[in-house]
């Protein structure tokens, strides 16, 4: 899960209906969710049992839960909350309303032990990534089937088109942000604490996204860029399912654009003045390698044809999701009775998806 911190993820605006003042009860839920005592602002009594622990980080701390109400299992979501601002993730999250998009479930307040509140955001479980679906086909020396690649990348881009189409860019897509529950094959993004609506003529800042799949852009420090910054993490993310490591292994920030241009080649006057018009300086010089040649026989044809428009140094000449959606890879899905590897239909993929709420 990514940090709040990054970018201030908080809108300077008062945050209103803070949980109010109280004593222990109130601290004692900051430190557990499982606590009874709950302030949710859309009013929902919530209870939980049997929380575990499942993710740490700079961000906060991720549980696992059971709603004592339904049965339903869930993910808690806990970060601390500066009450001076609003908090840009739970801002973003109640937009959204996607089938391949976490679901926001509800949220609630929790008093910290010293100055401060706990915002917890409550969401759906979903144990597994993409990240483990990689690593388990590499434990077991197997390539990723082609079909699995299809249909995990497909939701991937429908999810992209429409937080994309609502302004929206997630900036930390990666194998870890993207959930998949392996008993329906459905793919669903994640952690939503980098995203931000972008605005033409913003500043934002550069150092975001995970290094391996960090746009070269942002790599040259561009603190004004758009939506194609997540094509680009797509892009890699799509490489790694044929290579089952990340394309561009970077070992510090010089050494991503290092290990970029190593494949692309070095780019050239104009393709670093479309990537940021006030980068300066002299890159490395390496002619880099044909698509063709740096894959073999890794990746299917079409594969290695849609890689190389989303994987590109210009911004604008990135595919976007839509038209990734429509690239001939994914022709063979389109058709009927298909099936996945193991037996099990496909998942929905061309529905049409509800609309923001």
Request: charged share 25%; proline share 6%; net charge positive.
């Amino acid at each position: 899960m990514a940090s709040n911190a990054r970018d201030s993820n908080q809108d300077p605006k008062a945050e209103e209906n803070r949980m109010p003042k109280g004593g222990g009860a109130a601290a004692a839920a900051a430190e557990n969710p499982a606590s009874d005592n709950k302030s949710s602002k859309t009013g929902a009594d919530l209870q939980f049992t049997s929380t575990k622990v499942v993710a740490k980080g700079s961000f906060g701390v991720v549980f696992k839960a059971t709603l004592a109400s339904t049965g339903e299992q869930v993910a808690i979501k806990k970060v601390l909350q500066d009450p001076r601002y609003k908090n840009r993730e739970l801002q973003i999250l109640r937009m959204l309303k996607h089938p391949n998009i976490v679901d926001l479930k509800n949220f609630f307040y929790a008093k910290a032990e010293q100055d401060g509140v706990f915002l917890n955001l409550v969401m759906e479980y979903i144990p597994h990534t993409v990240h483990y679906v990689l690593k388990k086909y590499m434990n077991e020396s197997k390539c990723v089937p082609t079909r699995v690649t299809q249909v995990y990348m497909y939701q991937i881009f429908r999810a992209l088109e429409y937080v994309h189409s609502l302004g929206v860019c997630h900036r930390d897509i990666k194998p870890h942000n993207l959930l998949v529950d392996t008993r329906n094959h459905v793919c669903k993004i994640c952690d939503f604490g980098s995203a931000k609506i972008l605005q033409k003529g913003q500043r934002n800042v550069a150092y975001i996204c995970s290094r391996y799949y960090r746009a070269p852009e942002l790599v040259l420090d561009a603190v004004e860029y758009t939506t194609a910054i997540d094509m680009w993490s797509a892009g890699c993310v799509f490489a790694e399912f044929f290579l089952g490591n990340p394309i561009f292994l970077g070992r510090s920030k010089t050494d991503q654009l290092v290990e970029i241009i190593k494949i692309l080649g070095t780019p050239n006057n104009e393709d670093c003045k479309l990537m940021n018009p006030k980068h300066h300086g002299n890159l490395p010089p390496h002619k880099g390698k044909p698509w063709p040649q740096f894959w073999g026989k890794k990746a299917p044809k079409d594969a290695i044809e849609l890689m190389s428009q989303i994987l590109c140094y210009r911004p604008l000449d990135r595919l976007t999701a839509t038209q990734a959606m429509a690239h001939k890879f994914f022709d063979s899905i389109r058709k009927q009775g298909i099936k996945m590897p193991d037996g099990k239909p496909l998942p929905p993929l061309f529905d049409e998806p509800s609309s923001s709420q």
